[in-house]
């Protein structure tokens, strides 16, 4: 492995930010393919004080050093070669413990409390297991007694299948944690490029005073996966699309291009803005459950050349399933900003590619005066690509060079990629400023509880409504941007899907 000076150097982070992390689920995939790499690379970034300890807890029979073994072999094979280096990979194995814990029974709960013997530090406890024992964990940590005024908890979405489910999570892990030491992860908020949406809205008053109905006639949110279950069919038919997707990572994105500014960078006075959003959004009643909502399901189709099954075909798949792999729909936030501005919002499987982008669209000059050939291609949007490029694009309108255009127009970016504009730089995953802000203590990155429930109170409404109309899903090719119906339902407004390839 390469060494590295500048990492060997760095100085360890901040001492009063020294924790000790329980890992549950320590052996898990998001366990192995996000957390773990996050963490070694704020260790390696000298961002991870030198006293924080990693117990990682699962129900499998291993002891330190197998442990330490495993997650090696995981950052060999997950981190590039330029990432990796001698001394920081031996100081961040050397952290890391291993027990061996039945979580739904007290019983082992004490070897816990015997490890946080003595320590100043507060124990941060990471639930990386399913919700329906989020409860028992927090309640065994406090009859064992491994629990201070200071032990925080990071719970992972989702968190409940609808409202009530989600209430009767929170309140157990309410009953021992107040919600100033819970962070519940979106991991979404943490990425580079919404930070940067935060600072772009707010910093600049180029869009700062357009971002309102009056400049703005409409904006997309597309979060495409080009996967399909893979090997989660279980799972996925409870919750399908919506729940899986809609109810948190669009509706977070939604709530930050619609919030009112905040007071301050404040975590409440930021999430006090998005429950105003998600209070505001209107629900589907009526004729509108049948034209502006679309569901899919995708059939067997081709992704990169090669056949792949439809739904009904994977793996231990219910071929009755009437669960949706894809959503779009037509929604507004009805309040003074932005009355009458549609928000388009898709996301679905096994589409042509891997896309999570939101797109703004300016409304036209209300007078133009160029060739009226032209006028469909008369507007601003801002681009903002979340993956698999992160970066910001401004759609403008030029001149076509030449002497014999004339005053032909030409739309082309103002363009922000990260990745060229920052070589020297690696851009951070998102798990890795999510942890760091939670080593921290600050919950500005993370979803209070009254978001989850109104985003729990929109989507049930619409899952009702699904379930009244008894309606199937319409199909779609594995492969394609989605039902026909989806394309239809933006195009009667005049208005078509934003695709940039």
């Not at 291993?62 to 442990?67: E, Y």
């Not at 709960?109 to 013997?117: P, S, V």
């Not at 600072?199 to 005073?209: D, I, S």
């Not at 400049?215 to 069919?233: C, F, L, M, Y």
């Amino acid at each position: 492995m390469s060494q590295s000076n500048a990492s060997q150097s760095a100085p360890l982070g901040d001492p009063n930010h020294a924790i000790d992390l329980a890992l549950f689920g320590a052996l898990g995939d998001l366990a192995m393919r996000k957390l773990f790499p996050a963490l070694y690379h704020l260790d390696r970034e000298g961002l991870m004080p030198e006293s924080t300890r990693i117990m990682g807890l699962a129900r499998q029979e291993h002891d330190a050093a197998s442990f330490r073994k495993m997650v090696n072999e995981v950052l060999q094979k997950r981190l590039k070669s330029n990432e990796q280096d001698q001394q920081s990979l031996e100081r961040f194995l050397a952290r890391l413990d291993y027990l061996k814990l039945d979580f739904s029974s007290v019983d082992g709960y004490d070897a816990i409390r015997q490890w946080r013997k003595g320590s100043p530090r507060p124990m941060v406890v990471y639930l990386s297991v399913g919700a329906r024992i989020y409860g028992d964990i927090c309640h065994h940590l406090q009859a064992s007694k491994s629990l201070d005024n200071e032990s925080r908890v990071v719970v992972e979405k989702p968190i409940g299948s609808d409202l009530h489910s989600s209430i009767e999570i929170n309140d157990a892990i309410g009953e021992v944690f107040p919600e100033s030491r819970i962070y519940r992860i979106d991991h979404y908020l943490g990425k580079e490029t919404v930070q940067n949406l935060i600072a772009l809205r707010f910093a600049n008053p180029l869009f700062g005073t357009q971002w309102n109905q009056n400049n703005i006639s409409h904006v997309e949110i597309t979060v495409a996966e080009k996967v399909g279950i893979e090997g989660r069919w279980g799972y996925f038919d409870e919750a399908g699309q919506l729940r899986d997707m809609v109810q948190n990572h669009l509706l977070q994105l939604l709530c930050l291009i619609a919030m009112d500014p905040p007071s301050n960078l404040d975590a409440d006075a930021i999430r006090d803005e998005k429950v105003k959003v998600l209070k505001a959004l209107k629900p589907f009643v009526g004729e509108a459950l049948g034209r502006d909502v679309v569901r899919g399901q995708y059939i067997a189709g081709n992704s990169d050349g090669q056949a792949v099954p439809g739904y009904l075909e994977e793996e231990d798949a219910n071929i009755q399933s009437q669960t949706e792999t894809f959503v779009a729909m037509k929604t507004e936030v009805a309040n003074w900003r932005w009355a009458g501005v549609p928000f388009y919002l898709r996301t679905g499987k096994r589409m042509p590619e891997k896309l999570s982008q939101i797109v703004i669209h300016f409304r036209q000059q209300p007078h133009y005066i160029f060739d009226p050939d032209q006028r469909g291609i008369a507007s601003n949007k801002l681009i903002i690509r979340l993956q698999p490029e992160e970066g910001i694009a401004l759609q403008v309108l030029t001149k076509d060079s030449g002497l014999d255009k004339g005053m032909r127009l030409r739309p082309g970016p103002l363009h922000l990629d990260f990745n060229s504009a920052f070589p020297k730089s690696r851009i951070p995953d998102a798990y890795e400023r999510l942890l760091l802000e939670v080593m921290k203590g600050q919950q500005y990155l993370f979803v209070r509880r009254d978001e989850i429930e109104h985003a729990w109170r929109w989507c049930d409404q619409l899952i009702d409504g699904w379930k009244k109309r008894d309606t199937p899903p319409r199909r779609y090719p594995a492969g394609s941007w989605g039902p026909v119906a989806s394309i239809a339902m933006i195009t009667q407004d005049g208005r078509s899907w934003y695709e940039d390839y």
